[in-house]
Each structure stands twice: as structure tokens, then as C-alpha cells.
């Protein structure tokens, strides 16, 4: 079955990096647009950004352009987001997400990692 399994968040100071990895299995990594949300406390999930099956096009929120770099490796079937000058406003847990069409339905649908802590704070 689909799986995604984030790792890498943490506790970091305002300015500090982290980089989340999204390990996934169960699907055709290589042939899936990949996407990184987030929600914090009392706040709807939010796109943060998004990358296409080659890795050729990224797009990323106004709130985190400039900062974060979303990436692929589609020999590990894993994504990753790379966050530098982090802000506490950035605290959150972070989500993996994909979509996908599967037998035997073939219905669009979103999955969703576990979510992954990020606390930005001094």
C-alpha cells in the first residue's frame, strides 16, 4: 500500500535550517507530483510547496519562497524539503503529500504522511 514516512524535523533557533525527507513507497515515485504542507496549531493545513515527477518545476508559497527549496531524488523514491532562515512563524508539523489515481477505483486522492514536528524557537 502507499506509504510516505517523513523524518528530519526538530527543535531549531529563528535562523537555523532543517531538511525533511519523505521516504515513500507503494506507488510510481518517479511519475507522481510531490507536495509539502503544513499546520499549525489552531490553522488549516497549508501548501507550502510542490514539485513535479521529473523535478523540473517547483512552486513554492509566498511565505517560504526564498527559504525553502523543495527537491527529489527519484532513484530513493524520497522528497525532501530544505528549510533555511527559519522563522518561528514556521513552526508546524509538516506533511508529505501526494496524489494519486489506483486500482481498483481509480479515484484521485490526496495521501498524507504522518506529519513531522518543526519548532522554531529560541
Known amino acids: 500500500q502507499v506509504q510516505l514516512v517523513e523524518s528530519g524535523g526538530g527543535l531549531v533557533q529563528p535562523g537555523g535550517s532543517l531538511r525533511l525527507s519523505c521516504a515513500t513507497s507503494g506507488f510510481t515515485f518517479s511519475s507522481s507530483a510531490m507536495s509539502w504542507y503544513r499546520q499549525a496549531p489552531g490553522r488549516l493545513r497549508r501548501l507550502v510547496a510542490t514539485?513535479?515527477?521529473?523535478?523540473?518545476?517547483?512552486d513554492y508559497s509566498d511565505s517560504v519562497k526564498g527559504r525553502f527549496t523543495i527537491s527529489r531524488d527519484n532513484a530513493k523514491n524520497t522528497v525532501y524539503l530544505q528549510m533555511n532562515s527559519l522563522k518561528s512563524e514556521d513552526t508546524a508539523v509538516y506533511y508529505c503529500n501526494t496524489v494519486l489515481s489506483l486500482p481498483p477505483l481509480y479515484k484521485w486522492s490526496n495521501y498524507w504522511g504522518q506529519g513531522i514536528q518543526v519548532t522554531v524557537s529560541s
Open positions: 514539485i513535479t515527477s521529473s523535478g523540473g518545476s517547483t
